[in-house]
């Protein structure tokens, strides 16, 4: 063999350069997560909830209609939540004005899609669900009451176990619960 075959081949093109790289006349801008917005706005139809809808119920609906990941949306309950760590979904612990800001809803269905203040101890501290109702789209915010053992619809028993994992869900909100739709968050 020849050392000529052996070095790398090397195009020797007769055409022209290609012009070096011109930078964009428009700047690329970055979206600051904390402050959301988006310049058409979002969607979220109130037609879409039912009553008694819990807040991560809310949550999941208008993560799916506007394409937005968990940490995102644990951003809108409150600006100094930690999106990974979460919150209890509890009136005094979410920012319901700012909620109401950006999901457009009125205050009174968001206050009662949240535990009040005065219910701490009184309900279920895992995610409890029927999955009936999950497979509907739904989420009842008295599924975690100590209370309710079955849904109130269906009349059937609460559960709180994945059926694939045998895990169960802390009812936090946060990035796992709320990024996950209508799925284990495990």
Known sequence: MSKRAMQPVVCLSTRKE???????????LNLDERRLTAALGFIL??????????????LWK???????????????VGADIDPYEG?????DAVDVGHLRRML??????????????GQRGRHHPVFRYFRQCILLAHHSV????????????????????????GRETPYILNTSLVGSPYRCAQ
């Not at 506007?66 to 995102?72: A, D, E, S, T």
């Not at 009174?108 to 203040?117: F, Q």
């Not at 008295?142 to 994992?165: G, Y």
């Open 142 to 165: 008295t599924d975690q009451m100590f209370s309710e053992n079955r849904c109130p619809a269906h009349r059937r028993k609460l559960e709180t176990q994945c059926h694939r994992c």
């Open 45 to 58: 139809d109130a037609r879409w909830l039912l009553p008694g809808e819990s807040i991560v119920s809310i």
């Open 18 to 28: 290609a012009p070096a790289f011109i930078a964009p006349r428009f700047p690329i």
């Open 104 to 117: 457009k809803l009125p205050g009174k269905v968001l206050r009662a899609s949240l535990l009040k203040a």
């Open 87 to 91: 919150v209890e979904p509890m009136r």
């Open 62 to 76: 208008f993560a799916r209609a506007n394409g937005l990941p968990g940490h995102v949306l644990v951003r809108l």
